[in-house]
């Protein structure tokens, strides 16, 4: 790392210093058990194999699939729970590159996430519970869901959608290229790269290496396979065909646990939100399910 990110680092607000240490998510007995159970090898994969880069202001980026050889069979419950976090909820993610995650909501711990041989801790609002697979998510979303403040948690009109508007679920009105965050000299489009790298950079061969240019979309770019495929199989949208989890033509939308660990709230907003068309359905048809009235509009 050179002198001028080494600087940057140093210069961090002193709350991300602060939580970048694991034990600071739970007791010492309780780090110690942890420790115990944790071999010697472990440490060494994660000093030695995994691949990080870092912000412009000094954060560390990894990308989730990383942590695969650590956490086994545990990574496709982590994969989801960060997934999970980031869209309905608006926290920065302090990662210390190693094993500690802190969401920070609302000037607030809302959860941390202790990273061990095999599973993994959640830790939030007196809770901590061990994941070994995807059989506790359930609890630890209803247990966060009634302890997060109203503040920690995303706003309707960025996790609903019309889908009359936009019917796979993609939001271009939220995307950075879409001609309403560009009426100021492309202030969209020059965010756009740099966001793009913080949140995509590594996950993929080719993600977030996009370059500024001064060319902004007027909405439904995005759309063109969908509304051939909706018209093909007869339908309004695609939570009325269902098929949404498998279909390839339902437009460019990202999982957001896929993206790089450490990246802000206002990243996940502007890199993430706009393309959680699998999650903004999901979202709807629980809600239906359950007999509960969504406000679709925006």
């Not at 920065?92 to 995650?101: A, F, L, R």
């Not at 909501?105 to 996430?113: C, H, M, R, S, V």
């Not at 240019?213 to 770019?221: A, E, M, R, S, T």
Request: contains cysteine; aromatic residues 12%; glycine residues 8%.
């Amino acid at each position: 790392m050179g002198e001028t990110t080494i600087r940057q680092t140093e210069k961090r607000n002193s709350l991300f210093k602060a939580h970048y240490c694991p034990t600071s998510l739970i007791n010492k007995s309780q780090f110690k058990r942890i420790s115990e159970r944790t071999s010697a090898s472990f440490y060494n994969v994660l000093e030695g194999l995994m691949f990080h880069f870092y912000s412009d202001d000094g954060r560390i980026l990894t990308p989730p699939k990383e942590l695969k050889p650590m956490l086994k069979d545990s990574f496709a419950s982590f994969y989801k729970l960060i997934g999970h976090l980031r869209f309905y909820y608006m926290a920065d993610e302090i990662w210390d590159g190693k094993t500690s995650i802190i969401f920070y909501a609302d000037n607030n711990q809302l959860a941390a996430i202790t990273i061990c041989e095999g599973s993994f801790y959640v830790v939030f609002d007196g809770h901590n519970i061990q994941i070994f697979d995807e059989s506790a998510l359930d609890i630890v979303y209803e247990k966060l869901s009634k302890t997060a403040t109203v503040n920690q948690r995303r706003p309707m009109d960025q996790i609903s959608v019309d889908l009359v508007e936009y019917p796979s679920g993609i939001r271009c009105d939220m995307c950075l290229l879409h001609i309403s965050h560009n009426r100021n000299d492309y202030e969209g489009c020059r965010k756009f790269p740099i966001m793009d790298r913080t949140c995509y950079y590594g996950v993929e061969e080719g993600w977030g290496e996009t370059v500024f240019l001064p060319v902004i979309c007027d909405g439904k770019q995005c759309y063109t396979k969908t509304y051939k495929c909706l018209e093909k199989k007869g339908f309004k949208n695609c939570l009325e065909c269902g098929e949404y989890r498998i279909c390839g033509d339902c437009g460019v939308g990202h999982d957001p646990g896929e993206c790089n660990l450490g990246i802000t709230a206002e990243e996940i907003t502007s890199l993430i939100l706009p393309y959680c068309e699998v999650e903004r359905l999901d979202f709807i048809a629980k809600g239906m399910t359950h007999g509960v009235k969504l406000v679709l509009n925006r």
